[in-house]
């Protein structure tokens, strides 16, 4: 359907509500909850928090750091560059592009749609 217009798409045949306008089509029969509105919507039963108010609920008895300030927690103990600055932590060796400016990056090689604009490509 590429390149044909519209107009000239045909419908499909085996569309049992083509003709039938937005407002009549049924829906799915199968769909429980076709004709609840939201708020008839019951949730996941299993939910034990389902109607408590925020306030009510319990904090993690099992969170380390629950009364921790953000400002004083530690970080993964494993992180090898927790204490280092961005400017001072090695960057990879074998990368071609470390010290050039985006604007000097040529892209790829193979790339045959690279200098062509948008609205000439084919698609």
């Known amino acids: 359907y590429k390149n ?8 499909d045949p085996t569309d049992i509500n083509k003709n039938i306008p937005r407002s009549d089509l049924q829906g799915d029969p199968t769909d429980i909850y ?4 939201r708020s008839d919507l019951k949730g996941n039963p299993t939910d034990i ?3 408590k108010p925020r306030s009510d609920l319990q ?36 990368d071609i ?12 090689p193979t790339d045959i749609y690279k200098n062509k604009p948008r609205s000439n490509l084919q698609g």
């Open 34 to 37: 076709k004709k609840k509105t």
């Open 4 to 11: 044909k217009p519209r107009s000239d798409l045909q419908e």
């Open 49 to 51: 928090y389902k109607n």
């Open 59 to 94: 904090e993690d008895p099992t969170d380390i750091n629950k009364n921790i300030p953000s400002s004083d927690l530690q970080g993964d103990p494993t992180d090898i560059n927790k204490n280092i600055p961005k400017s001072d932590l090695p960057v990879d060796p074998t």
């Open 97 to 108: 592009y470390k010290n050039k400016p985006r604007s000097n990056l040529q892209g790829d």
